[in-house]
């Protein structure tokens, strides 16, 4: 049998949890799972996979045979991208993450535009809030929104993420227009509930150099910006959201800019990548896309 073959269906295998699971990503049946595992352990003279009835598990040998096959199959990947080198031509599959908000409404329009010139590349966009480890899960790019703490990666600067505080006319007009920050504690304010985290409800304001923080009160939490911002054309309340996720409804007039002679705060955005060998021209012409239409 072919090694790489067997060593990508036991890396399947364990990160999936089973040979069904397995096969059907790898377009296989259970039974050629089984057999290029099987295959495996006859040649090491090891088992790798503790199999019962109801569940599967690693053996020491597996455990240490799973982390050499990943680096043996990464460097695989890797010897087949220098021919895509070579003609610097972007193809294959491209990995990324980026925050729901941000990915939405900010990358995709570029997405379109990359996967529209390069009609070879495949892109798995994945949008989630949470922190991603991008080597653990197999990111070749990953956009973060704050302050970078891991300088291990490469990084290129984006435009700031900006935020705006508005409401519906309906709202303002049944609750009044807020004149100061602080007026917003008498306000009903929708916040965001990270997946992770508690409620942002810290509000920073900024004025003449004066900086205001406000801690608002609210009845609702949603940890889906498009959620608080439909929330806030509903007439519930005041939102804190991306400015490009509200400028739609601000340009329409269903929403209105609260506060707007004070500044609100922006957080820096990063696109990350790991400077390994292993940088493909559909990465390199990924983050030039990026760049040349989204860096500072």
Known sequence: MDRLASMAAFVKTVEVGS?????????????MIARHISWLESRLGARLINRTTRRQSLTEMG???YERCKVVLADADWADSLADQAYEAPRGRLRVNAPVSFGTHTLMPVVARYLKRYPEVEMELVLNDRYVDPVEEEFEAVFRIGTLKDSSFMARALKPFNLVACASPGYLKERGVPKTPAELEQHECLAYASATGPATSDWRFMRDGENFTINVKTRLRLNDAKALLNAALHDLGIVFVAEDLARESLNSGRLVKVLAEY???SRPIHLIYHPDRRQTPKLKSFISAVVSELAL
């Not at 069904?20 to 039974?31: I, N, R």
């Open 19 to 31: 040979f069904a699971a397995a096969a059907s990503a790898l377009a296989m049946s259970p039974q």
């Open 63 to 65: 455990k240490a045979y």
């Open 263 to 265: 500044e609100t705060p």
